[in-house]
């Protein structure tokens, strides 16, 4: 499970939002690291002669320090000068062998749409580790992770997401289920009108049949487009686990594919799995940005 865990910090809600979902995902010796990006254009800070960057360096290790008080978590604390936040925090997770990367929504209401900015998505797209997003509101509200649900087809991929979900969902004691969408071959729409409905409907069964054989897991299926059906599934859950298929860690996160319009419109916490998650273990952080509070 989740050992290093680095969670975008920037003083507004949704970073708290990411801070507390971080510490529902944590394994028990997980380390946590609350991370602040600060606008690290290298030519402003040569034409500020160095005052910018102290300044700035500043600003972000009291804000940060701030935060882990708020969320009375004991968490390292990194600050970095980059372009763009998203860039940033990508930066920040491939230095510490990051094997999960949380975020936050910026649009307000937990059940509203989950907005990534510009800059964010870019760099969120080639993301060394997994992506978790935090719906706006997470924080006032429970979060007790009771139903734990996976967006599954029988791919290596959603076959990865079952076996997290399987882990998760042990060590919160929470209900897991699978929600398959079923879809017509483009063939199909060639044939006879008549016996449309009929071919939704076995198709429905059929998939509902597959995430029963897995055995352990609640089924859930449905006729539709994935991302707009696993959506609608969303709105029952305390986290929604998917897989990605893009090339690259996360190739196509945001782009195109499911994982990406879920991560806009998922009305739960969404988690985001790479081919590959990194397992290596966080180095000792010798910088002096570095900041960790003692155990109490």
């Known amino acids: 499970m989740f050992k290093q865990i680095v969670v975008g910090v920037d003083g507004q809600p949704g970073g708290r939002d990411a801070t507390e979902l971080a510490k529902n995902l944590a394994a028990n ?15 402003i800070r040569r034409g500020a002669g160095g005052a910018y960057e102290a300044a700035a360096r500043t600003r972000a290790g009291e804000l940060l320090k701030r935060s882990r008080e ?9 600050w970095h000068g980059s372009p763009s936040p998203g860039r940033g925090l990508h930066e920040l997770c491939d230095e510490l062998d990051a094997d999960l990367l949380v975020v936050g929504s910026s649009r307000r209401g937990l059940l509203g749409r989950v907005l990534i900015g510009d800059d964010t998505q870019s760099a969120l797209n080639g993301a060394p580790c997994a992506i978790a997003i935090a719906p706006a509101g997470y924080l006032s509200e429970p979060v007790a992770m009771r139903e734990i649900g996976v967006g599954y087809d029988g791919s290596p991929e959603s076959e990865h997401a079952l076996d997290v979900a399987r882990e998760l969902a042990r060590r919160c004691d929470a209900k897991l289920s699978a ?45 539709g487009q994935p991302a707009e059906e696993l959506s609608v599934y969303s709105a029952s859950l ?21 994982s990406g319009q879920l991560a806009r419109t998922a009305r739960c916490p969404l988690l985001v799995l790479p081919r590959a998650a990194s397992t290596t273990e966080l180095p000792e952080d010798a910088d002096e940005n570095a900041d960790v509070v003692a155990a109490s």
Request: hydrophobic fraction near 45%; avoid cysteine; charge should be negative.
């Open 29 to 43: 010796s997980a380390d946590i690291t609350l991370a602040h990006i600060y606008p690290g254009d290298p030519h």
């Open 70 to 78: 708020e969320a009375r978590i004991d968490a390292h604390l990194r």
């Open 179 to 223: 929600f398959q969408a079923a879809s017509l071959p483009a063939i199909a729409y060639s044939g006879a009108m008549l016996s449309l409905g009929e071919a939704v409907e076995a198709l429905v069964e059929e998939a509902r049949s597959n995430i029963e054989g897995l055995g352990d897991v609640e089924p859930h299926a449905a006729f």
């Open 238 to 258: 305390d986290l929604l686990i998917v897989g990605s298929r893009g090339y690259g860690p996360l190739g196509r996160l945001i782009y195109g594919s499911t």
